[in-house]
């Protein structure tokens, strides 16, 4: 039976696992913040219009191989399945902020299995956490990207802005993932906290962007 037959979806929670999209969202250092425009309104032009202006990195979105990979894959080259799947969630909570996750962090989680997603909530996003906080996030060893890629998953999710150091030169975790065509989905919401220690079907779609490297998501979970 599908997830989308209609007597399986209602017993289904959806969580939304996406942030918000505004001229206030956090921004990657050095990316420009959303600019979001009223082109009409319904008493000036007779309906509401808008112009988006964003990075393809803007609050939740996911990268592809083409990102840093001169020839690798773009979002409209890979195929929709690459972006959805079995999910296990990791809490990592008990790392402090700016620290690495490693494998054997994953000790007492659930084993993953081949092509399912792993997530990781590490509460980057949390509400309390400020400006200066959210840049001090949680992201992996090199060590944790080669031990994902000998798992064979599909995609890896985490609630920080990076997999990556904030002042990595060389991002070796992307380069490592994107070059097995893991796809990698960042900022994730701390809804992400509501997955922990539960089987999920996750789904982060991006848009149809001919030759981009990365696109916005709206990124959701089933449990």
């Not at 599908?2 to 017993?11: R, W």
């Not at 990207?145 to 150091?165: C, H, P, Q």
């Not at 989905?185 to 509501?194: W, Y």
């Amino acid at each position: 039976m599908s997830v989308f037959d209609l007597p399986f979806l209602p017993a289904k929670r959806i969580v939304d696992l996406s942030l918000p999209i505004s001229a206030d969202t956090a921004t990657y250092p050095g990316d420009p913040r959303p600019r979001i425009e009223v082109l009409s309104t319904i008493d000036k032009g007779g309906a509401n219009t808008t112009r988006i202006l964003l990075s393809a990195h803007a609050a939740t979105h996911v990268d592809v191989p083409y990102h840093l990979l001169e020839s690798g894959k773009t979002v409209d080259e890979l195929p929709l399945e690459a972006f959805c799947g079995s999910a296990q969630t990791y809490d990592l909570t008990h790392k402090a902020l700016g620290s690495r996750i490693c494998p054997d962090d994953l000790e007492s989680g659930n084993p993953l299995r081949e092509c399912e997603i792993a997530l990781f909530y590490t509460r980057s996003n949390d509400p309390m956490m400020n400006g200066s906080a959210r840049r001090c996030f949680t992201c992996f060893e090199t060590a944790l990207a080669d031990w994902l890629i000998e798992k064979r998953v599909k995609a890896v999710g985490i609630d920080s802005m990076s997999v990556d150091l904030l002042d990595s030169s060389e991002n070796e975790v992307h380069k490592k993932l994107l070059q097995n065509e893991i796809v990698i989905f960042e900022n994730l919401s701390n809804n992400l906290r509501l997955l922990v220690g539960k089987p999920a079907i996750f789904f982060g779609m991006p848009l149809r962007l001919e030759r981009a490297e990365a696109s916005p998501v709206r990124a959701f979970a089933l449990l």
